[in-house]
Nanobody
Framework: QVQLVESGGGLVQAGGSLRLSCAAS????????MGWFRQAPGKEREFVAT????????YYADSVKGRFTISRDNAKNTGYLQMNSLKPEDTAVYFC???????????????????WGQGTQVTVAS
């Protein structure tokens, strides 16, 4: 069992930046791939970014490529999502998720992740 807790959300003006954190506990974080997803009101949960256990593989949704950066610090059991050049359409609840596996598989579907955090709200004002 892995417990995930997101933090770092908030209200920001368009063009601004936020850094989300995902603190993991319960099992060895380095054994898990990590993903970030988001869900806006009335919409389905959508993939944002993923990183494999060793940080050798990262993958982004086209909508955030070049603006968001996913990273992790296994020694601190924490993952991050640096979000720059934020747009109003980035407004959503952001979730981190973990999937067991020390490999190079790219996981971009919610169903591929077993463990989820409770989410953190990101609001981008225009």
């Amino acid at each position: 069992q892995v417990q995930l807790v997101e933090s770092g959300g908030g209200l920001v003006q368009a063009g601004g930046s936020l850094r989300l954190s995902c603190a993991a506990s319960g099992r060895t974080f380095a054994n898990y791939a990590m993903g970030w997803f988001r869900q806006a009101p009335g919409k389905e949960r959508e993939f944002v970014a993923t990183i494999n256990w060793s940080s050798s593989i990262t993958y982004y949704a086209d909508s955030v490529k070049g603006r968001f950066t996913i990273s992790r610090d296994n020694a601190k059991n924490t993952g991050y999502l640096q979000m720059n050049s934020l747009k109003p359409e980035d407004t959503a609840v952001y979730f981190c998720a973990a999937a067991l596996g020390r490999n190079t598989i790219v996981r971009a579907a919610p169903g591929e992740y077993k463990y989820w955090g409770q989410g953190t709200q990101v609001t981008v004002a225009s």
